[in-house]
T-cell receptor
Framework: NAGVTQTPKFRILKIGQSMTLQCTQDMNHNYMYWYRQDPGMGLKLIYYSVGAGITDKGEVPNGYNVSRSTTEDFPLRLELAAPSQTSVYFC?????????????FGAGSRLTVL | GESVGLHLPTLSVQEGDNSIINCAYSNSASDYFIWYKQESGKGPQFIIDIRSNMDKRQGQRVTVLLNKTVKHLSLQIAATQPGDSAVYFCAENSGGSNYKLTFGKGTLLTVNP
């Protein structure tokens, strides 16, 4: 099992450009998440999905979009990149088991917007 | 207001000592808690979890204590090793949902050989 795989690992964008961070998991998890982590800070939830075709906003959704067309994939789209979106992005997945909902994280995607 | 820059709480210990990392959680309705370890340049990794109907849970070299009265969680690492150097996060199920985790800011643990 590869677990949660994110691509790319690093990316530099110019202000106003758009891009998609890819995330795929092979654990057949229904739940998937996107978090961002700023330097010296914890993780903030951007968007999450409880199953294919269902997505919902987290704490910091502005400037991002997601889709969940399959169980395996949960891409994160930045439409108009801004310097405030410079961060490390983590995708995660979980089974959603009540009282045991452990999230498995990918290795992260470091994005810099200049 | 929110802090900017690197304001992680830090803990520095000698190799072989025991470490205690503390976390205050925010939501009295939270019923599930997880500790994660994050090494430099990597994603968070699961260490141990605890449900709110317990006050202690032990793993291999790690123990989590939960005090619901004061909304406090701690992670104890026995015989700390250099490989334990990392940032440690506590996370809680909050907001009444079963599947969303809210993360604390983290504590940087440095183990000196």
């Amino acid at each position: 099992n590869a677990g949660v795989t994110q691509t790319p690992k690093f990316r530099i964008l110019k202000i106003g450009q758009s891009m998609t961070l890819q995330c795929t998991q092979d654990m057949n998890h229904n739940y998937m998440y996107w978090y961002r982590q700023d330097p010296g800070m914890g993780l903030k939830l951007i968007y999450y999905s409880v199953g294919a075709g269902i997505t919902d906003k987290g704490e910091v959704p502005n400037g991002y979009n997601v889709s969940r067309s399959t169980t395996e994939d949960f891409p994160l789209r930045l439409e108009l990149a801004a310097p405030s979106q410079t961060s490390v992005y983590f995708c995660a997945s979980s089974s959603g088991t009540p009282g045991a909902n452990v999230l498995t994280f990918g290795a992260g995607s470091r994005l810099t917007v200049l | 207001g929110e802090s900017v820059g690197l304001h992680l709480p830090t803990l520095s210990v000698q190799e072989g000592d025991n470490s205690i990392i503390n976390c205050a959680y925010s939501n009295s309705a939270s019923d599930y808690f997880i500790w994660y370890k994050q090494e430099s340049g990597k994603g968070p990794q699961f260490i141990i979890d605890i449900r709110s109907n317990m006050d202690k849970r032990q793993g291999q070299r790690v123990t989590v204590l939960l005090n619901k009265t004061v909304k406090h969680l701690s992670l104890q690492i026995a015989a700390t090793q250099p490989g334990d150097s990392a940032v440690y996060f506590c996370a809680e199920n909050s907001g009444g949902s079963n599947y969303k985790l809210t993360f604390g800011k983290g504590t940087l643990l440095t183990v000196n050989p």
